[in-house]
């Protein structure tokens, strides 16, 4: 076996495994629950515990990573590493699933947009970035915050495209659900498009703590629905 068909072979059953209906949902289910779970008795920690009088409307959610503000910063980081991690299957999973590839038997009997391709890959790209950057956020916490750029360090850039990279997911996504024969409600695509990049437009604008809250959950309400969905819903499944 030569080193290509090796790389080959370990690059497809790495795909099977993480575009796996079944092994997907369950990991999907998981990691929601951990998600919210952890972030939740996050906030009460700092809120209860900090030193600083924590408050979603005042405080950035990375202050929940940071010492001046809570006990267990670390609680957070695990969250971020968690979150990125465990949200990869399903970007894997959806782009499968939103424009799936032809196959040999059906390939001259079916009809495959270029342009639900290119939105796929967008798609795809845009939301590993952000799986990726929110890994980032983790080992990079406020505490690690060292210098990267004149204006911002490590942790500001990985935030910057954890919450870029979710929301352009989210843009790109809703176009092929708003576009094309998904089986997902239109009115979700819609929501995918302009919900969580306003928030974004609105969080680069004013760079206050309020609306990056908003813009974390614009983007749980788009994934976590849109997670459901796909698992609950017979027509979507294989």
């Known amino acids: 076996m030569s080193i290509r068909q090796f790389i080959n072979k370990i690059r497809a059953k790495f795909y099977n495994k993480v575009t796996d209906y079944h092994i997907v949902k369950k990991i999907s289910v998981a990691v929601v629950i951990v998600f919210l779970s952890l972030l939740l008795i996050e906030v009460i920690i ?3 515990f900090g030193p600083t009088d924590y408050a979603i409307w005042t405080h950035m959610i990375s202050d929940l990573g940071g010492r001046l ?6 609680l957070y980081d695990i969250t971020c590493v968690i979150g990125g991690i465990f949200t990869i299957p399903l970007t894997f999973y959806i782009e499968n699933l939103m424009a799936p590839l032809p196959t040999k038997r059906n390939i001259g009997n079916q009809h495959y947009s270029r342009l639900r ?3 796929s890959s967008n798609a795809f790209f845009f939301s590993i970035l952000g799986n990726l950057a929110y890994i980032g956020v983790g080992i990079w916490s406020e505490d ?3 210098d ?4 911002a360090g490590y942790h500001d850039v990985f935030s910057f495209f954890s919450f870029a990279g979710f929301a352009l997911g989210a843009f790109f996504v809703g176009w092929i659900v708003v576009l094309y024969d998904t089986k997902i409600n239109k009115i979700f695509g819609v929501y995918g498009i302009f ?3 306003t928030m974004l437009a609105m969080f680069l604008f004013t760079m206050e703590a309020f609306w990056e809250w908003m813009l974390l959950f614009s983007i749980l309400l788009w994934i976590i629905p849109l997670s459901l969905t796909i698992f ?3 027509e979507l499944a294989p």
């Open 148 to 151: 990267l750029l004149d204006f």
């Open 232 to 234: 609950l819903k017979s």
């Open 46 to 48: 700092a809120i209860l």
């Open 144 to 146: 690690r915050n060292y």
């Open 117 to 119: 391709f290119r939105l």
């Open 195 to 197: 919900g969580p990049i």
């Open 69 to 74: 503000h809570t006990p267990v910063p670390i």
